[in-house]
C-alpha cells in the first residue's frame, strides 16, 4: 500500500513569511508523529497525535509552530514568522497506534532566506 | 531521560568486509523499545528492526544481525559482507512505553566502497 507522503518536498521562503507543511499518513494509521532533521544530526521529536487530538507537543520549540490533524487523517504543520533557524527537513512518521513501529515519510526541506 | 549515543560518527569499509555500528542507550523506564533505521542518501528513513526490552533474543535478518545487551545497554547491528548499497545513514532509536516519541542517536554514516 502506500507510504506516508508529504508536500512540498522543498519549500523556500524568506525570513518572517509562514509556511505549511503536510502530512499524508498511511491509511488506517491512528498515531501521526511529526519530527525536524537538522544537517548531521538525527530527526527529533515535535509533536504526536493520536486520532485528531495533539497528545503530546512537548517538543515543538516555541509558540510559533502548531500543527493540526482536523479529521484524523491528514496532518498539517504551521510555522509562524519563520526564522533562518527554521531551516531543516520536517519529517512526518504514522504508526498503527501509539508504541508501534513509525513509519516515515520523504520529509520537507525548508530553506529560510 | 532517555538518550540514545552513536559513538560512530563515520566508518568506511571495503566490499564484502563486516562492520559493526554501536548503538548505546540510556532509560529509566523497564518497557522501552529500540529501533534501527537506514537513511539512503534519498533522505526517506527505512525502518530495518525493533526490539522490546524483554526479549534479548539476537536477530538475524538476511545479511544483518543485531545483538541486544541489557546488561551494557546496547544494542549493537553487523552487516555482514557490505555491499555499496548498504552505504547510508544508521540511526539507532530508543522509544520509552510511557512515552510518545522516538529519542534518536546522532547516527552513523557508513561508506561502502567497492
Known amino acids: 500500500g502506500a507510504g506516508v507522503s508529504q508536500t512540498p518536498s522543498n519549500k523556500v521562503t524568506e525570513k518572517g513569511k509562514y509556511v505549511e507543511l503536510r502530512c499524508d499518513p498511511i491509511?488506517?494509521?491512528?498515531?501521526l508523529y511529526w519530527y525536524r532533521q537538522s544537517l548531521g544530526q538525527g530527526p527529533e521529536f515535535l509533536i504526536y497525535?493520536?486520532?485528531?487530538?495533539?497528545?503530546?507537543d512537548s517538543g515543538l520549540p516555541n509558540d510559533r509552530f502548531f500543527a493540526v490533524r482536523p479529521e484524523g487523517s491528514v496532518s498539517t504543520l504551521k510555522i509562524q514568522r519563520t526564522e533562518r533557524g527554521d531551516s531543516a527537513v520536517y519529517l512526518c512518521?504514522?504508526?498503527?497506534?501509539?508504541?508501534?513501529?513509525?513509519?516515515f515519510g520523504p520529509g520537507t526541506r525548508l530553506l529560510v532566506l | 531521560a532517555q538518550k540514545v549515543t552513536q559513538a560512530q560518527t563515520e566508518i568506511s569499509v571495503v566490499e564484502k568486509e563486516d562492520v559493526t555500528l554501536d548503538c548505546v542507550y540510556e532509560?529509566?523506564?523497564?518497557?522501552?523499545?529500540l529501533f534501527w533505521y537506514k537513511q539512503p542518501p534519498s533522505g526517506e528513513l527505512v525502518f530495518l528492526i525493533r526490539?522490546?526490552?524483554?526479549?534479548?533474543q539476537n536477530e538475524i535478518s538476511g545479511r544483518y544481525s543485531w545483538n541486544f545487551q541489557k546488561s551494557t545497554s546496547s544494542f549493537n547491528f553487523t552487516i555482514t559482507a557490505s555491499q555499496v548499497v548498504d552505504s547510508a545513514v544508521y540511526f539507532c532509536?530508543?522509544?520509552?512505553?510511557?512515552?510518545?516519541?522516538?529519542?534518536f542517536g546522532a547516527g552513523t554514516i557508513l561508506r561502502v566502497k567497492s
Open positions: 512518521a504514522s504508526s498503527l497506534r501509539r508504541q508501534e513501529t513509525q513509519y
Open positions: 491509511s488506517g494509521h491512528t498515531a
Open positions: 497525535f493520536q486520532g485528531t487530538g495533539a497528545a503530546d
Open positions: 532509560t529509566r523506564d523497564t518497557t522501552y523499545y
Open positions: 526490539r522490546n526490552s524483554f526479549d534479548e
Open positions: 532509536a530508543l522509544s520509552e512505553a510511557k512515552g510518545n516519541k522516538l529519542v
